[in-house]
């Protein structure tokens, strides 16, 4: 199993991103999806969740009308548009796979919202 996140960089105030997980060694449309992040200091917070088909999603109040969370099967990739960003969102974003052979993460990508 392999999950690769992209798109994290530095962003001003106000701004927007696109995270990407690209995901393979697992049938990618039988399991929900989740993104995760990491701010220093802080525990590991579960940001948004995914259905296997899309058709249900959640997110922690906080990002709540700013982030939006969406897969592609055919391309067995995840992603987490990110618009209005706050200092408060700089961390670590993660992606997360709970499989039938376990929960797998990728190696994470760095989103840092500062002027």
């Known amino acids: 199993v392999q999950l690769v996140e992209s798109g994290g960089g530095l962003v001003q105030p106000g701004g927007s991103l696109r995270l990407s997980c690209a995901a393979s060694g697992f049938t990618f449309r039988r399991y929900a999806m989740n993104w995760w992040r990491q701010a220093p200091g802080k525990e590991r917070e579960r940001v948004a969740s995914?259905?296997?088909?899309?058709?249900?999603?959640d997110y922690v109040d906080s990002v709540k009308g700013r982030f939006t969370i969406s897969r592609d099967n055919a391309e067995s990739t995840v992603y987490l548009q990110m618009n209005s960003l706050k200092p408060e969102d700089t961390a670590v974003y993660y992606c997360?796979?709970?499989?039938?052979?376990?929960?797998?993460w990728g190696q994470g990508t760095q989103v840092t919202v500062s002027s």
């Open positions: 997360r796979a709970a499989t039938d052979v376990g929960v797998f």
């Open positions: 995914i259905s296997r088909i899309g058709d249900s999603k």
